[in-house]
């Protein structure tokens, strides 16, 4: 991975460490805030990583262009980066498929071969964002949702892996 994304990992990283101190303080132990920083976890730790899975498709594929095809560059910015989709490991699937069907194979063979449960964590984290959305309590802790959101930096991690040309990746490996 490049240095942008792994600062744009570890700023979230960071940040949630940050909470789960501030959760976990006699001071909000018990209080109403733990609620809302726990929602914002959940927010924030799904939002980054819909914003890098897109963004690791996007270059990937902006590079496959050249300087030659600006339209098509234009075309992949609004149908991936300015689109609204959910980082769940299905719609990652979904979009390397309308590229690459080598690429999707690849993606899903190693998200079955990975020891943990990465996919299904990542999956989780897209579903807390949901409930939050929609007004419902998260019941996840602040060290479930730092668990997910590392979980999806492994997911980042192997999809840039597969869709790297050189064929080399920096492995984000969990602070």
Not at 112 to 117: P, S, T, Y
Request: glycine fraction near 4%; charged fraction near 25%.
């Amino acid at each position: 991975m490049n240095s942008d994304l792994i600062n744009n990992i570890n700023e979230v990283r960071n940040e949630l460490k940050e909470i789960k101190k501030e959760i976990n303080s006699e001071r909000h132990k018990l209080s109403k805030i733990s609620k809302h920083l726990t929602n914002y976890s959940v927010v924030r730790a799904s939002g980054r990583i819909e914003i890098l899975f897109k963004k690791i498709l996007f270059d990937r594929l902006k590079l496959d262009c050249g300087t030659s095809h600006n339209r098509i560059k234009d075309f992949i910015s609004k149908e991936i980066i300015d689109s609204s989709s959910n980082p769940t490991t299905g719609m990652i699937e979904h979009y390397l498929s309308k590229f690459d069907s080598n690429w999707n194979k690849s993606f899903s063979d190693k998200l079955k071969k990975h020891e943990n449960n990465i996919k299904s964590d990542l999956n989780s984290l897209v579903q807390l964002r949901h409930d939050v959305a929609h007004g419902n309590n998260c019941t996840a802790t602040i060290d479930t949702i730092i668990t997910y959101y590392e979980s999806g930096v492994l997911v980042l991690d192997i999809l840039d892996s597969v869709v790297s040309s050189e064929g080399s990746s920096i492995p984000i490996i969990s602070s």
